[in-house]
């Protein structure tokens, strides 16, 4: 690329003479927004950063520009497929040389992108954080320099964070191990303590730790108590009261999404529902619409947002409670790009806090599924590979909550994560394989003999079991993954990599397993606490009696006065919720629990799992078992799971 430099041939005096120049021909900004240019000069001294900027505060220009100055390639982590789609539009338009790697992409295009990474024509490459643990890729990375890795969505890296995912805590070693010389982490929401957990895991220090503050001055901040039963009316009242302009309604369930833009439709206002369930294109469709229209209203689920970038969004109503305020501030943060005045209201009512509780509970194991998986995994083989989907029907777990229990032995040092790998390979010659080995000579050329020897051939493709394959030949399985990824990357095979698994190391026996056992449970118990206390948050924010714009700065520890423009400021009423009250539980719901446990199904063996099923959450064990359609599932579906669960446990 023309507009390319190398940071290394620049003095520190030349990096901020060079970087505004990059800045203002190559990405057309006229100058550095509040804190940029600190992340970015860290980043340039080859230190690496932690940049905590508010939503749409320009966290990714932070390493969108230095990747032009540094040699090499820098690899952004994102967990959204929809924001590389955006950013790389945008790099697209500016003339930089970008790439993503995802799940939509077809075997050529992969094999294009793979290419134009090792003849380094590539200078951003987007991935997941599922990728970057895949070992095909990790070989790809292996061969290639790389100057610095962006970590977008970082709190995910912290367990006491709000959206706590085991695939992020694995980052920073694979970044150790790949020497990559400088990490940039990128948050919006992240608490004191989540951003000491980054920073450790980066070993970021404290004084590259940038953070621009969260006050947003054009944020009109307020909260309207209402009864569920008239939640729709006061939707369509306060949507036609605020200044017109695009709009999104954020609600908790998808059928909620589905129902509301229906009733603002027949309102004559132009609602369109977006949330996971609704196929790709139509979900594009939607996110297309929104972006060229003054007047679309989306009815959303937190599914949309992350990868929109529309800088005049007028009003932002939260028609059901959130989940905690990392996910309001972020949610309300995409509101007023552009400096404009805009609206963040929330409609606050007491019916949202038991389905929000009652996803968090259902993400809590039980002791005896704890005790079952730990038995699996310290019984078995020093080394064993194994399928989160098998694991979690079999101890009846959410494959995530498997997923963060292994992590968790991870941490205590009793397991070592070897990789995901693929247990079979699918491979289809583009060329005959004389002409393929014709390219090579001596020992290479022997090993890829005997290696097509150990494929079964189909009907159009061929099949290989990697470590079948290399203990038949005397090869590490390495080697047999690396020559197949090579052969692909050169346009002689189309790879399919099949049947994926997660390989571990048993590094050493627990002294006492009952205090394993017990500290694992404490550990599940305290993220289920820290959770409702992020529900409590919320109900603490609804019914706060000072400035609410303060309140989330002291949650997010940063001190200031009274904004003087939320609904407090402004002297409107304060909002007060009626508390949860327990259920008069009768003599006929005693009988009911007994004649669940008459029936002795599996999956309804412990009092957690049975109230989860009268709660209507539903488990691994419960779909295998086809219980969903059982009469009793969900009955209790309007009470707090832990009343429930108090009842059932008392009944047991």
Known sequence: MSNTTHSRTLSAADHEEEATRLLAETFGFPAFRHGQWEVVRRLLQGRSVLSIFPTGGGKSLCYQLPALMLEGLTLVISPLIALMKDQLDFLSSRGVQAARLDSTQDAEEYRRILQALSAGRIKLLYISPERFGNERFLQTLKRLRLSMLAVDEAHCISEWGHNFRPDYLKIASLARNLAIPRVLALTATATPPVARDIAAAFSIHGEDIVQTGFYRPNLQLAVWPVRNEKRENLLLQRLRSVPPGPAIVYV?????????????????????????????????????????????????????????????????????????????????????????????????????????????????????????????????????????????????????????????????????????????????????????????????????????????????????????????????????????????????????????????????????????????????????????????????????????????????????????????????????????????????????????????????????????????????????????????????SGISFRFVLSFVEAHW
């Open 252 to 636: 908790t369930l998808q059928r909620t999404a589905e129902s509301v833009a229906e009733f603002l439709r027949a309102n004559d206002i132009k609602a369109m529902p977006y949330h996971a369930g609704l196929e790709p294109p139509v979900r594009s469709r939607i996110q297309d619409a929104f972006m060229t229209s003054e007047e679309v209203v989306v009815v959303a689920t937190i599914a949309f947002g992350m990868g929109v970038d529309k800088a005049d969004i007028r009003t932002i109503i939260h028609y059901n409670l959130p989940k905690g305020l990392e996910s309001y501030v972020q949610e309300i943060g995409r509101a007023g790009r552009d400096g404009q005045t805009s609206v963040c209201e929330l409609l606050a009512s007491s019916a949202d806090v038991i389905t929000l509780e009652n996803f968090t509970y259902g993400d809590t194991p039980t002791e005896e599924a704890i005790s079952s998986l730990l038995k699996e995994l310290l019984d078995g083989e020093e080394c064993f590979d194994l399928s989160m989907t098998e694991l979690s029907e079999r101890h009846d777990m959410r494959p995530l909550v498997v997923s963060t229990l292994l992590t968790y032995l991870e941490l205590m040092g009793i397991l070592q994560a070897t990789g995901p790998y693929y247990a079979l390979f699918k491979f289809q010659p583009l060329h005959p394989s004389e002409v393929i080995l014709s390219r090579y000579s001596g020992e290479r050329a022997q090993f890829l003999r005997q290696l097509f020897r150990q494929a079964r051939k189909g009907r159009t493709w061929f099949s290989l079991d990697a470590h079948q394959a290399g203990r038949a030949i005397g090869q590490p399985r390495e080697r047999i993954v690396a020559a197949l990824n090579y052969l692909d990357q050169q346009g002689d095979l189309t790879v399919q990599a099949q049947g994926v698994r997660e390989g571990y190391r048993l590094l050493s026996q627990p002294q006492n397993r009952e205090a394993l056992r017990l500290a694992l449970c404490s550990r599940f118990a305290k993220r289920e606490e820290l959770e409702i206390e992020r529900i409590r948050a919320v109900l603490n924010y609804v019914q706060h009696t000072d400035c609410r714009t303060q309140f989330l700065l002291d949650y997010f520890g940063e001190g200031r006065g009274a904004c003087g423009h939320c609904d407090y400021c402004l002297k409107r009423n304060r909002v007060r919720l009626p508390p949860a009250v327990s259920p008069g539980f009768s003599a006929e719901d005693i009988r009911k629990v007994a004649a669940l446990r008459g029936e002795n199904q599996a999956a309804l063996a412990t009092p957690r799992q049975m109230a989860r099923f009268l709660c209507g959450m539903a488990s691994p064990a419960t779909t295998r078992a086809r219980l969903r359609g059982h009469a009793r599932f969900g009955e209790w």
